[in-house]
């Protein structure tokens, strides 16, 4: 590829295409109306996802928007309170939905790069007062976006669930980038069945797939669920070819993103020796946050860096965000490193 005509897109995980094995898996899907349940690929993928977590069902659902939200109004009721931390993407970037679609409030709490602990939430867990909300749920993100891809351990989720045992609370995971998590850990995957009522699991980000989260619970969680999704405008029809896309992304793309995970600490790497930047969070996964200086805007600093191609976003006061991905190869990544290099 002519360096000079590279394009590297380092805005999201979401910005990547699928590979042409994919698009095999998706034009040869077996397909039906999955309003009917009658959608066999829609079905399989179900199936596998809710077998690899060890949960009992699962639904397909356009967005990891959708299925944290649906998840939220099944395990809530309005005049209640869902405990989460402030940097949660389902408080950030989902549109005011708790409040909209649940009725609930919000309690927000300051964890460690996004991660709660029982110390953190067991004193903001409302007592039994009609002044209050009642506390009824606990929403833990794994890898946490706004954390630079931090992410919880198994034995650390435990202890969490304990505490919701005890008091009484549901427990959902919004699992964006859950198997960016569980490739670093090494923790098996069916454990999460057991600590969790609820699991988001996108398929969209990391893994490739074009769309799609599936949500993963009991087989009553997912019968009201597909109630609420239907209300929500996400009854879908043939939906196979893209369920296959999940499928295809599940079989293939999950240990590869340990690759993602070497290059963005090359980045980060990079940018914590340069001058013109402040501070590094730690780069667990696949995501690098880093500070400017105050010589430099982030606005000016991302358009200088999209006019050599290279696009990336703002992620708050003087902080910029990188994310790799499976479409991020190592010629592309030597480029973003000289470029950045490049800058005074």
Known sequence: MDEKRMIVDLRSDTVTHPTPGMLDAMMSAKVGDDVFDEDETVNALERKTADIFGMEAGLFCPSGTMTNQIAIKCFTNPLEEVICDETAHVYRYEGGGIAFNSSASVRLLYGDRGRLNPELIEPHINPDNIH???TTLVVLENTVNRGGGSFYTIDQIESIYHLCRMKGL?????????????????????????????????????????????LLGSKELIQKAKRVRKV?????????????????????????????????????????????????????T??????LDGHHKPDEFVDH????????????????RFVTHLDLNDSMLEYTVQALKKIH
């Open 232 to 284: 929500m405008g996400g009854g879908w029809r043939q939906a196979g070819f893209l369920a296959a896309a999940g499928i295809y992304a599940l079989d293939n793309n999950v240990k590869r993103l340990t690759e993602d995970h070497k290059r963005a600490r090359v980045l980060g790497e990079t940018v914590s020796g340069l001058s013109y930047v402040k501070s590094v969070m730690p780069v667990d």
């Open 286 to 291: 696949n995501i690098v946050i880093f500070e």
């Open 170 to 214: 549901s427990l959902h995971l919004d699992g964006a980038r859950i198997f960016n998590a569980l490739v670093e850990t090494k923790d098996e995957a069916k454990d999460y069945g057991d600590l969790f009522d609820g699991i988001s699991v996108c398929l969209s980000k990391g893994l490739g797939a074009p769309v799609g989260s599936v």
């Open 132 to 134: 209050y909300p009642k």
């Open 305 to 320: 860096l999209n006019h050599s191609g290279i696009k990336c976003n703002t992620f708050g006061k003087q902080m910029i």
